[in-house]
């Protein structure tokens, strides 16, 4: 319950003292009803006087005056919809799904370290607005900004190597998509926040940058990865005709490619676009730069 006016309650002070008046008032005629007829006439000359009547006619009314008060003191009940205006965070957060984000040198895997961490980052957030990017040769929108946080993180749950269909890692397109869907529209602080291992294979992510930094747009690149790298998904040579183990081999020499965290692209894009760069190959580090973000 709420209250419009809730000074008008001060109304209710004056209550005590129209029924010391009321009493002082019924004393005073009493008693001059007294000097002036006897006491053994009284009761013939006012017996059409009854007080219990009167007292109840003077309650009744002190009844109504102090409802007046609490009707004056406007009290609500229930809610009402009103159009508010609000200012604050658009959050894009873009995801790396090429193959190399299925290395486990990030336990369980880059990608699924990469899930929980925009999982905690989303958690932080208080009424900013919130979508998701999924990146690999191509871009593609997997959740519009929105305040259903319970959506964006069931589409975060969803991503998978499979989710875009053109391998390879072009975080140019990612950028480009992001300024896109942000839009002139676009309410509050502007910003994007890529994972990534760094492996950029296409595009050019200077130039997005640089146009993403002109629209007003603060990019923050979290690298998934350790230097030393791991060896990448299962396959089968095609050189010995038998199965790796659980990784990929090069078809030309028969060997499984170590994928290895690399930095190279995102300082390239800290001057154009007030990027910064987290390294997150411990739990414990990535944890913390997202709460900071």
Known sequence: MSLGAPQSFWGLLAIPFVVALFLTAEKRG????????SARLLPQLAGTVNRFRRALRFALQLLGLAFALIALAQPRWGYTFQDVKRKGLDLLIAVDTSRSMLSNDVQPNRLERVK?????LINELQGDRVGLIAFAGRAFLQAPLTIDYGAVVESINDLDTKTVPEGGTNISEAIALASRTFGKSAMGNRTLI?????EELS???MKS???AAD???RIFTVGVGTPQGSLRMKSVCAKSRRQAEDFICN???GRAPCS????????????LSSTYVCPAGRSSAMNGRSARL
């Open 30 to 37: 009493e008693k001059r009803l007294r000097e002036f007829v």
């Open 116 to 120: 929980l961490a925009a999982q905690d």
């Open 194 to 198: 890529i994972f990534t291992d760094g």
């Open 203 to 205: 595009g050019d992510a």
């Open 209 to 211: 940058a640089k146009a």
């Open 215 to 217: 629209a007003g747009v």
């Open 251 to 253: 078809w030309k020499t």
């Open 260 to 271: 290895r965290f690399t930095a190279k692209v995102s300082p390239r894009c800290k001057p």
